[in-house]
Every structure is written in structure tokens, then in C-alpha cells.
């Protein structure tokens, strides 16, 4: 079934040491996207790829940094977590284009991020 | 920018009850409105969407309206079941981006 994978499902990192996430796709999606999701709130954006464009949300902190090498990939680079950054982080994708970009998005199943 | 409130903030329903969460967008621009299921540990889950040129859309126990002149869209369950506990959340499109209202936890009481 064509599906956003997400690995690790769990990580922990000790604080100010980097971490790497990663998100696989199998849709051919055109559009990749990162969240962060804490407890009890809804999902934040961070940044998003239209194909290689990369589109950095107004309020994302530096510390945040995303590479996508190929239509299938997507990474989030956290330089050095803090305990606030401690959170799920989602991947999702969309087909971009359409008269009014109005394609579905999917989520992958995230990833739990602890800070020690 | 696009601002989505979300109500009620949690809901707590009889099994077999029908229960009813809506949400109101502020930008007249957004033409996409999806609901996503969200179960505990799990990403979330797109359950139905609705797009601007269309008003109610239904899938089986679940169905959305969309108001575009109210700028309000609600998410009707009926028949609801325990499995439909969870934590919902709506969502307005406008070109690449999805803004979420704040969730809805839904209590289904055997």
C-alpha cells in the first residue's frame, strides 16, 4: 500500500545533541511537510517542500532544518534540542498543482522525540 | 492568515448517539476543509473533507457540511461507537497549507 513511513517511531537525544528524522513516501507526492505536535494541541507547521522549493514557516526557529535529496525523502535536522523541543513530529504529503491546490494531505505516524 | 476555531473542546457522547463538532474559518479564500481522526501515539488520520463547490458530503456514519457564507463547516457522526473515540481535528486549505482548529476530544460512553 502506498503509505508515509516515518523512522524512528521513538527517539531520544540528550540536550544540544543533534538528531535526524526521517520520512519515506510512496504516494509520488509532490509536496512534503514537517510538523510538531505536542501534547494536546493541534499540529504546527514547520516547513514544507514543494518539489525542491523549500518554504520555512515565519516562526520556526533555526534550529529546525530540513533537507529533501529526492521525491521520496524528506529529513528534519534538529542542530541542537532543547527540552521544549521534546514533541511528535509528523510528516505528511500532498500532491501539489490542482486549479486550487486542493489535494488531500497524509500524515505518517511520527515521531515521539525525548530530550534528556 | 487563515484562523480556525474549533468547538466544543471535548465531548462526550452515549454509544449509539449521534455527536456533532464544528468548526469556523476566517479567510473566504480557503477552498479545502478536511477532518482528521487522531488516536493516541498515531498520526492523524484523514476521515472525510469537503471542498468549496460543494455544500454536505457523507460516507457511511460520517458526513460535513460547509456554510461558505457563514464560513462554518461541522462534522456529524451518527450511530457512534467506541471506536470513534478520539481526538478530531478540522482544517482549512489555502494553497499548500492546512490550518487546524484546536481538536475535539470525543468521549464515546458505552
Known sequence: ?116 | GENVEQHPSTLSVQEGDSAVIKCTYSDSASNYFPWYKQELGKGPQLIIDIRSNVGEKKDQRIAVTLNKTAKHFSLHITETQPEDSAVYFCAARRAQKLVFGQGTRLTINP
Request: hydrophobic fraction near 30%; aromatic fraction near 14%; include cysteine.
Open chain 1, 1 to 116: 500500500d502506498a503509505m508515509v513511513i516515518q523512522n524512528p517511531r521513538y527517539q531520544v537525544t540528550q540536550f544540544g545533541k543533534p538528531v535526524t528524522l526521517s520520512c519515506s513516501q510512496t504516494l509520488n507526492h509532490n509536496v512534503m511537510y514537517w510538523y510538531q505536535q505536542k501534547s494536546s494541541q493541534a499540529p504546527k507547521l514547520l516547513f514544507h517542500y514543494y518539489d525542491k522549493d523549500f518554504n520555512n514557516e515565519a516562526d520556526t526557529p533555526d534550529n529546525f532544518q530540513s533537507r529533501r535529496p529526492n521525491t521520496s525523502f524528506c529529513f528534519l535536522d534538529i542542530r541542537s534540542p532543547g527540552l521544549g523541543d521534546a514533541a511528535m513530529y509528523l510528516c505528511a504529503t500532498s500532491r501539489g498543482g490542482g486549479a486550487r491546490g486542493e489535494y488531500e494531505q497524509y500524515f505518517g505516524p511520527g515521531t515521539r522525540l525525548t530530550v534528556t
